[in-house]
């Protein structure tokens, strides 16, 4: 693992047996970056049964819905077929000769990176003994979301200990992955440390 440079995770739907990005982010110790991208998906080409999974996604599963955002005409916006042009720009940029590696705990995102020939190291391989991101998100007690997801309809009873819900975030799921890397290889963050005691 200490040859990952960064982690890079994807958030989107998938329609027609493809994947089509709404959200992707790179983190690693000196860069982060969350984008949200445009599937240039119209709701006229799409079946029922895949209307019915976007829904699914957007309502259940990560809070993302079909168009992307408003924004001005100044605002970059990436399309989702712009995915592997936009991570080989970034493996360029952000690679080191000891530390060649995407990060990837995503099957999706596994198959772009490979199509891309991205080099990448998938962190879901049995060798790695990762833990589960439900795991990560109860240890670091994580459950925030960016700004480009829906707000969470929560209704907590304060008697009771009920489990935390939470929208999936590719920017959160970086992170959490990250801040565990860091600590399985003895680097601690600077942010870890306050007043000489690490948390």
Not at 5 to 30: H, L, P, S, T
Not at 65 to 92: N, V
Not at 96 to 111: A, D, S
Request: aromatic share 14%; hydrophobic share 35%; with cysteine.
């Amino acid at each position: 693992m200490d040859k990952i440079f960064a982690i890079v995770d994807a958030q989107g739907f998938i329609v027609k047996k493809k994947f089509y990005a709404r959200e992707v982010a790179i983190i690693n110790d000196n860069f982060s970056y969350c984008q949200e991208y445009d599937p240039n998906l119209h709701l006229d080409y799409i079946s029922k049964d895949d209307v019915r999974r976007i829904k699914f996604c957007t309502y259940k599963l990560h809070g993302l819905t079909l168009r992307p955002m408003e924004k001005s005409s100044l605002t970059f916006m990436p399309k989702s077929d712009d995915i592997i042009g936009i991570l080989r720009h970034y493996h360029k940029l952000l690679s080191h000769p000891n530390r060649p590696y995407f990060g990837v705990k995503n099957e999706l995102l596994r198959r772009i990176l490979e199509d891309g020939d991205i080099p990448y190291l998938d962190l879901n391989r049995e060798e790695f003994n990762f833990p589960s991101i439900n795991y990560l998100e109860k240890f670091y007690n994580n459950y925030w979301t960016c700004g480009y997801h829906r707000k969470f309809p929560v209704n907590i009873n304060p008697n009771k200990k009920e489990p935390i819900i939470s929208y999936r975030c590719a920017f959160r799921k970086c992170a959490n992955i990250w801040r565990h890397i860091k600590a399985r290889t003895n680097k601690i963050f600077d942010c870890d440390v306050i007043e000489g005691v690490v948390i």
